[in-house]
C-alpha cells in the first residue's frame, strides 16, 4: 500500500509596494539564494521563457525563448511521431506449426500420452487459444492444475472438450482447482485427500485405470516469506499416506505442480533462493521422503545431468526468454512401472501460461 504523505500548498510572499530609491531591495529566491531587482527603464518587449527541467542524468537543460507570434506562423508545423507500443515480456501466442509433438529423436515406440499442465486460470488460458495444444499433443488423458474455476463458471471450452470425460474439483473462492480429462472413462474417480483443511481448495484428482492409478495435483506453495511451510508440510504427510495406500493396490502415477525444485540442477539460481518458497531444505526434503517411499522422478531417470530443464517461469523480468526458471512440474511412477514408460518431454514452446506442459510417453 502507498502511503500519502502530507503536501505543504505553495508559500505567498507579499510584495512591498514602497520602495526605498536609495536602497535596492532583494528577492528571496526558493533555494535561498538572493538576487537584486533591477531598476524599471520603461517598458520592453517581454520574453517568456519555458520552465526548466531537470533531466534523468542530473543535467539541467537551459531555459529556451518561445518564438514570437510572427515566427511561429512562418515556422513549418512538424508531425509528432507516434509512440511505439512497448513490446510484451513474455509471448503469449504459440506457433504450433514448429513444434514436433512427437518424442524428440522419434526412435522410441509409444501407444500411451498424459499430459499435464498449470494453466495459472483456466478461462485465461482458453482465451490464449491454450486449448490448441490438446489438438496438436493428442493426449489420451490431459491434467490441469490451478483452474481457478469452480464448474458453473467453466467456459463451453472447457465442458466440451471434444472426445474426453472432464472430471472438475474447485472449492467457491478457491485460487487452486484442479482437473483431469480422460478419453477413457476411469473406473473410479475420488475427489480431494480427505482432510477438511487441504480440501477447501481443491488440490487433488485420483482417477482410477486398469492398470494404474493417476493423480493429479496442485500442491500447496509455502507462500512469501514461508507464511504457509506448515501447512505444506502438513499436506506432504497426507500425500505420502494417500499414494502410500494406492501403491499398494496398483502402480501409480504422479502428476502436476508439486511446487518444488528438487535439486539445485532444477532451478536458475539456487543460491539465491535457499530460502525461498519451493527451494527450502524443508520441501525438498519432502520430496525426498516421496521418491523414498518407491517413485521415481522420470525426467531425473532419463536426463540425470540435463541442465536448464524448466516447466515455469515467473511473468517478470522476462524471464521466460532468458529461461530464467524452476521445474515444478513432475510426472513420478511406482519403480515397478517404470518400465512402461518411454519418455517424459517438456513442451517448452507451448505459451499461455506461466508454466509449459509436460508429457509422459508409455508404452501399455
Aim: hydrophobic residues 35%; proline residues 6%.
Amino acid at each position: 500500500m502507498k502511503n500519502s504523505d502530507d503536501v505543504d500548498g505553495p508559500e505567498e510572499v507579499a510584495e512591498t509596494k514602497k520602495a526605498s530609491k536609495s536602497t535596492k531591495k532583494e528577492k528571496v529566491e526558493a533555494n535561498g539564494e538572493s538576487e537584486p531587482v533591477p531598476k524599471k527603464r520603461g517598458r520592453a518587449k517581454k520574453s517568456v521563457e519555458e520552465p526548466v527541467e531537470e533531466e534523468e542524468n542530473g543535467e539541467v537543460e537551459p531555459p529556451v525563448k518561445k518564438p514570437t507570434k510572427e515566427k511561429v506562423a512562418k515556422a513549418p508545423k512538424e508531425k509528432k511521431a507516434k509512440a511505439e507500443p512497448k513490446p510484451k515480456l513474455n509471448k503469449a501466442a504459440t506457433n504450433f506449426s514448429n513444434i514436433d509433438f512427437g518424442i524428440p529423436g522419434g526412435e522410441k515406440e509409444f501407444n500411451y500420452k498424459i499430459s499435464s499442465i498449470n494453466v495459472a486460470g483456466l478461462r485465461a488460458f482458453i482465451e490464449k487459444g491454450g486449448f490448441e495444444f490438446v489438438e496438436h499433443e493428442k493426449p489420451d488423458i490431459l491434467c490441469l492444475q490451478e483452474t481457478k474455476c469452480v464448474e458453473d463458471q467453466l467456459p463451453d471450452a472447457a465442458k466440451n472438450l471434444k472426445g474426453y470425460h472432464p472430471y472438475w474439483l474447485c472449492k467457491p473462492g478457491g485460487h487452486a482447482g484442479v482437473a483431469l480429462y480422460s478419453k477413457v472413462m476411469p473406473i473410479h474417480v475420488e475427489y480431494g485427500i480427505g482432510d477438511p483443511e487441504q480440501d477447501s481448495e481443491g488440490r487433488i484428482l485420483t482417477a482410477e485405470y486398469e492398470k494404474f492409478y493417476l493423480v493429479c495435483t496442485y500442491v500447496p506453495n509455502a507462500g512469501r516469506k514461508l507464511v504457509t511451510l506448515d501447512k505444506r508440510l502438513r499436506w506432504n504427510k497426507l500425500f505420502e499416506a494417500h499414494v502410500k495406500r494406492l501403491d499398494a493396490k496398483k502402480p501409480v502415477i504422479i502428476t502436476g505442480d508439486m511446487n518444488v525444485a528438487h535439486a539445485e540442477i532444477d532451478l536458475a539460481n539456487p543460491k539465491s533462493n535457499k530460502r525461498n518458497a519451493g527451494f527450502t531444505q524443508e520441501e525438498r526434503d519432502g520430496m525426498t521422503d516421496l521418491l523414498n517411499l518407491g517413485f521415481v522422478d522420470t525426467f531425473r531417470h532419463f536426463y540425470p545431468d540435463k541442465e536448464k530443464a524448466y516447466t515455469f517461469w515467473t511473468y517478470m523480468a522476462n524471464a521466460r526468454a532468458k529461461n530464467v526458471g524452476w521445474r515444478l512440474d513432475y510426472f513420478l511412477t511406482s519403480e515397478r512401472f517404470l518400465g512402461k514408460v518411454v519418455d517424459n518431454v517438456m513442451r517448452s514452446e507451448v505459451m499461455g501460461s506461466d508454466h509449459c506442459p509436460i508429457t509422459l510417453f508409455l508404452k501399455l
